[in-house]
């Protein structure tokens, strides 16, 4: 008697153990050790009810109920198959539509390529309290990473709940998440597809390659706060898991052996013949450089593109049939050259405020490949007087288009590779936060990952999202306030007034 009572108790232990594992698998996704546990105990127990009771089990399967109740279990067998069968096809077909405006929540062409080379697991830790109403607003984004990659295993801590678990990953308070591969971690405190992807990135890197900015010349400031300083594209390279540093070149040091590329952006002041021939043998020793000057401006390392077949013009850009905000000087560009850098970029537009050409000598040295990348249109022309005002096309000094605006130059035996661009304002600060959906941007981070053959972060990034905004005139903004301010509460007060009466009469 007191077997068959162990054997009930042991039933309903496995039944509830392997219950608790299968809706713990369905919320994680994954067997955890605690999912593994309650199955081990559910397996456990199961034996021990089957010694048991083996007897009453095996006279059941044997009875008149077993035969009349076979073809109900194969029924409920055949619904569980279905369901199971349906959820593995959703969860390897999986797709949802994102009717929001923007499409907030569809992830861009970057984070598709990070996720889909993202090759060893990360833990996601999102630490949110219990009245944290943030954990909603990142956990709707990141459910489309945790379907669209295996490999990130995501867990909600209430710090207050587990602080132990916040301590050892450094956690203060609410509202961080925290990426985990290995002895790596990143924190990110907004949750921005910006900010999600590029702690991926981060995490996922066992390196962070170094790109020096050369100074001491009044180029343009990657630590600088002014418009036309570039604290912005720095940042954008940080996200992207770049390290970024100062180079002074007159400083007499070493050339850096960690340099993976040096950008000399647009020097007001000509370089010493030492700085150029500094920065000459560094390409010479497989060095990668970004070059960008302005019209007017000393043209950096004319000697050094001169050897390759390529040469700076004294001119400003201008097309009057694709221009910025009718501004003839601001060549805009939405076709480009076949190159890694540009392979996702066709469509999109870039401008170039006050830019200069470039020219491509027709021989060119064995070994060297020059491509012209972005380009105005055929009815554009090189402007020499600078002073002239508005410009006109005077064809015995004018260069006639259609403008090379940006070259990439690549020599196969020294392994070196240059990018040259006719322009630095279109990566400004000024430019970045008033032309926010322009690829600009991506124009120069997708360089900058060419010239560091980080060829995998080359695609278009995610954009921040647009606020929304009514224009109204002064007319409707007051018609918008009389309704609502006047007519509204007016109607509301007559209504009542109405009812009363009624029911007074």
């Not at 999912?35 to 009810?49: C, H």
């Not at 207050?160 to 591969?181: E, M, Y």
């Not at 910025?324 to 996702?344: A, C």
């Amino acid at each position: 008697m007191r077997e068959r009572q162990y054997a009930s108790y042991a039933s309903y232990l496995a039944a509830a153990s392997l219950a608790l594992a299968l809706i713990l698998f369905a919320l994680q996704r994954r067997p955890g050790p605690l999912t593994v546990a309650l199955a081990v105990l559910a397996l456990l127990s199961g034996l021990v009810w089957l010694y048991l009771d083996w007897d009453r089990v095996l006279a059941s399967l044997r009875g008149r109920q077993a035969k009349y109740g076979s073809s109900s279990v194969l029924l409920t067998l055949s619904f569980l198959g279905i369901v199971v069968l349906a959820n593995v096809v959703s969860n390897r077909y999986y797709h949802r539509f994102d009717t929001t405006a923007g499409q907030r929540f569809s992830l861009s062409p970057q984070t598709l390529k990070v996720l889909a080379d993202t090759k060893e697991p990360i833990e996601v830790y999102g630490f949110f309290a219990a009245n944290d109403t943030r954990k909603s607003e990142f956990e709707d984004l990141f459910t489309e990473y945790l379907h669209r990659c295996r490999q990130l295993h995501y867990q909600s801590v209430d710090p207050d709940v587990q602080p132990a678990l916040a301590k050892q990953l450094g956690a203060s308070g609410t509202g961080v998440v925290i990426f985990v591969r290995g002895n790596q971690k990143q924190k990110i405190y907004t949750y921005q597809e910006q900010d999600i992807t590029s702690a991926i990135l981060r995490v996922d890197r066992n390196d962070q390659p170094k790109v020096y900015f050369v100074t001491g010349h009044q180029e343009r400031d990657s630590q600088g706060t002014q418009p036309g300083d570039y604290s912005l594209i720095a940042k954008a390279m940080q996200d992207e898991g770049y390290q970024v540093a100062p180079l002074n070149l007159a400083s007499g040091q070493a050339m850096p052996t960690d340099a993976r590329v040096i950008i000399l952006a647009s020097p007001r002041q000509a370089l010493t013949s030492d700085e150029e021939k500094r920065l000459t043998d560094y390409v010479n020793g497989g060095g990668r450089l970004l070059l960008l000057s302005d019209p007017g401006e000393p043209a950096p390392l004319p000697g050094l593109l001169a050897k390759y077949g390529v040469t700076w013009d004294d001119d400003v850009a201008i097309d009057p049939d694709a221009s910025l905000m009718g501004n003839v000087s601001y060549p805009l560009v939405n076709r480009y050259g076949s190159s890694p850098i540009t392979q996702d970029m066709q469509g999109l537009t870039t401008f170039f405020p006050v830019a200069r050409s470039l020219e491509i000598a027709q021989q060119l040295p064995q070994n060297v490949t020059v491509q012209a990348l972005v380009q105005t249109g055929p009815n554009s022309w090189g402007e020499k007087d600078l002073t002239k005002s508005p410009p006109t096309y005077d064809p015995s000094t004018d260069i006639k288009g259609p403008l090379t605006l940006m070259v990439t130059i690549e020599d196969s035996t020294a392994k070196a590779r240059i990018a040259a661009i006719g322009d630095s304002d279109f990566a400004s600060d000024q430019t970045f936060q008033t032309f926010q959906g322009s690829g600009n941007g991506d124009l120069f981070l997708n360089t900058v990952s060419w010239l560091a053959a980080e060829e995998e972060l080359i695609t278009i990034r995610p954009k921040q999202p647009a606020q929304a905004t009514v224009l109204m005139t002064p007319e409707q903004g007051r018609a918008v306030q009389l309704f609502t301010v006047v007519l509204m509460p007016l109607s509301v007060a007559l209504a009542g007034a109405a009812v009363w009466w009624r029911r007074r009469s």
